[in-house]
């Protein structure tokens, strides 16, 4: 489960959250990492002409030898390195639960994953583990004991009980750590589900309401019992779906903050007693706080007030029920894998047992577990190497900002002062997280996981009234990914992502310029998107443009937005341009830096063409063929909906269309489909 305050607000990049792993033939724990080239001629399909389609030329060959996994949503470059990354993980996790004389660390990762692979012990269990919870919850009688519990449900179990709540920087001061209420409560990935009309639409909330019954009725509940709960939680979810705020308004960072006081709080929300639930949550005695969407707040207390209790319980108990039946026996993980997995984004099998595992420690554990992948996979060499990238392509940046002919030099001044500010974090974190308060057993697989998610929740409740850790990661090291973090003003790469074939150590800079490079330049291109451009050097949300440049600015984003809405994702749905721009300006303007920077690393060598492509054709290929995917029809309707990143072709068509410099490198004519005018550049 990703903790909700911290990474609510990172711009996390590159591919989609729903994680993604496998290998057909049984797979056995990899001892090495394998190797793929950041170029790989036979991912390449060249009957297709660059110019008229560039993604599928250079990935076209990678979609027809990379068939999806029947574990996966969708199978993708940047899912095939998460896999291996896994395998490889998998292999220190069997060592580490079976060698005497452990580390601390060793301990903690091995039991972890000895308890989660004793399936045996898992399933004789049932749903013992969530029964005395569940008797409390049917023991509630009254409105006030439901409500009074309330706080000790979000204390003691992960779960989407109503809303959110935990802790995060201030929007307008970064230095200080406040507290957050989110909107929440939901069990459909986004609000949209519930107040869509189509045929589609209709029918998975159908099979969302056959569900809950499922689980219901396997927690022991009779028939007639679990249809009434069901469609008390459809009701309740709907109701509160209706308030939130869409993802395209979430972008904007004024419309989720609200510092209210206490009181303030207590009269847009009176049956909540507020003071007595911050104080159970361990941050007794907060005076005021961010309500991200009151709203939503008037919304949820309006549902407390009217819904009768049955219904609240019926509610509480599914949502009990839902967080943990992935830790309950294999009926409970079962029916939630078959909603959430095979019904809603077409996966036909469950994971193997060693890749749930492996990912439950990588959740819960994950910079004990990082150390060591850390340690043999990612080498000081790679470091220093990716280092002097990100200062290059910062370098880049400068020279960007410095000559762009439609910014005033006051807003000049800010967005360098800001540029300059920037910290880079490539590979792992200076300091491990101290995990020594987390008891693990190697017999008690529910109980790590809840006792994981006090050790969580504690550890960011703690942090109020303390100095923001600047050196603290949103990502664990092994994760194929990157993020950009607007309050933090800080770019990071773990060490998972800077592994062939994205970063490849035995490739020359033209392919690793083009893939990496992007990369990193995406990522520093977030600091300047519609969403990061809010935010000052500090980290503050501070409106540092004259007038004249933030229109110059939403007018070159609309360039873009206008292009890629143009693209159909699946059936007839296009992109949501107003939700993917801040990625696609990343995109745009992450491939602008690196190839600068990549002509300025290698001015005056003697650069040799290679396979068939000039140095600079090689440059845009290794960065196309990044985003190579397949993916399921079913997983690409849940992007459309709840993914801030265009799908895969339009990353890579989408900014090609708009550079001279791809157009001469492959000597593209005006009227090709690849050569659009105007440019939309930004940066
Ligand atoms: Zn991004």
Redesign the pocket.
């Known amino acids: 489960m990703i903790a909700k305050p911290l990474l609510a607000a990172l711009?996390?990049?590159?591919v989609s959250t729903f994680s993604l792993h496998a290998q057909q033939a049984a797979p056995k724990p990899l001892q090495a990492m394998p190797y793929s080239p950041s170029l790989d001629v036979t991912s390449l399909d060249r009957s297709v002409d660059p110019c008229t389609d560039f993604y599928k030329f250079s990935c076209g060959g990678w979609e027809k030898n990379n068939p999806i996994p029947a574990d996966q949503a969708s199978w993708s470059v940047y899912a095939k390195l998460a896999n291996d990354n896994q395998q490889f993980l998998w292999g220190i996790l069997e060592d580490d639960a079976k060698a005497t004389n452990r580390t601390p660390v060793q301990q903690k990762v091995g039991d972890f994953y000895s308890a989660c692979m004793n399936t045996a012990a898992i399933d004789a269990l049932g749903d013992k583990p969530v029964q005395p919870e569940l008797k409390k919850i049917d023991a509630l009688k009254t409105r006030a004991e439901v409500l009074s519990a309330l706080a000790e449900l979000h204390h003691e179990y992960p779960g989407g009980f109503f809303f959110g709540a935990g802790t995060g920087q201030d929007a307008i001061d970064s230095s200080l750590i406040i507290v957050e209420l989110q909107a929440g409560g939901l069990g459909l990935p986004d609000r949209d589900y519930y107040t869509k009309t189509d045929e589609k639409s209709v029918k998975i909330r159908e099979q969302y309401a056959a569900y809950i019954q499922q689980l219901l009725t396997l927690s022991g509940e009779g028939a007639e019992q679990a249809k009434a709960d069901a469609d008390a939680t459809l009701r309740i979810e709907t109701a509160l779906a209706k308030a939130m705020l869409t993802r395209v308004e979430r972008r904007d960072p004024h419309k989720t903050y609200h510092i209210l006081t206490v009181e303030e709080l207590s009269k847009l929300a009176p049956s909540i007693d507020w003071p007595l639930y911050f104080k159970v949550q361990g941050a007794p005695g907060v005076a005021k706080l961010n309500v991200s969407q009151p709203e939503f707040f008037k919304a949820v207390d309006a549902v407390l007030n009217t819904e009768d209790v049955a219904a609240l319980r019926g509610y509480l108990r599914f949502h009990l029920l839902t967080a943990e039946a992935p830790y309950l026996a294999h009926p409970f993980e079962q029916a939630s894998f078959d909603f959430f997995s095979k019904m809603l984004r077409g996966v036909p099998a469950m994971p193997p047992r060693w890749k749930t595992c492996t990912r439950a420690v990588d959740r819960s554990l994950g910079e004990a577990l990082g150390q060591e992948f850390v340690r043999r996979t990612f080498s000081a060499d790679t470091k220093a190497k990716t280092q002097r990238m990100t200062e290059q392509i910062e370098t880049a940046m400068q020279h960007e900002i410095e000559s762009l002919d439609w910014m005033s030099p006051a807003t000049k001044a800010e967005a360098l002062r800001k540029l300059h500010a920037i910290r880079n974090k490539i590979g792992y974190p200076e300091k491990w997280r101290d995990y020594s308060a987390l008891e693990v057993k190697p017999d008690d697989y529910i109980g790590n996981a809840i006792r994981s998610y006090h050790f969580e929740s504690a550890r960011r409740w703690h942090k109020l009234g303390k100095p923001v850790d600047r050196d603290e990661w949103g990502m664990t090291p092994p994760t194929v990914n990157a993020?950009?973090n607007p309050q933090m003003n800080d770019i990071n790469f773990p060490a998972g992502v800077l592994q062939p074939p994205l970063y490849d150590p035995k490739e020359d800079d033209s392919p690793n310029y083009g893939n990496t490079g992007a990369t990193i330049g995406?990522?520093l291109t977030?600091a300047f998107d519609d969403e990061g451009r809010q935010f000052d050097a500090q980290g503050n949300l501070r409106d540092w443009w004259t007038p004249e440049d933030a229109k110059g600015f939403e007018e070159r984003i609309n360039c873009g937005r206008d292009q890629y809405a143009g693209y159909v994702i699946v059936d007839d749905i296009h992109i949501n341009s107003k939700l993917t721009s801040?990625?696609d300006v990343?995109d745009l303007g992450g491939t602008l830096l690196a190839y600068i920077a990549w002509k300025k690393q290698t001015e005056g060598q003697p650069l040799t063409p290679a396979d068939g492509f000039t140095p600079d054709q090689r440059f845009f290929v290794g960065m196309a063929q990044w985003a190579c995917e397949n993916q399921r029809p079913e997983n690409l309707r849940v992007s459309a909906v709840t993914n801030p990143?265009s799908p895969g072709f339009a990353r890579i068509n989408g900014v090609v269309s708009n550079l001279p410099e791809f157009q001469k490198a492959f000597g593209c004519k005006p009227g090709q489909p690849m050569v659009h005018t105007p440019t939309c550049h930004v940066w």
């Open positions: 711009l996390t990049c590159a993020y950009f995406h990522e977030h801040g990625e990343a990143h």
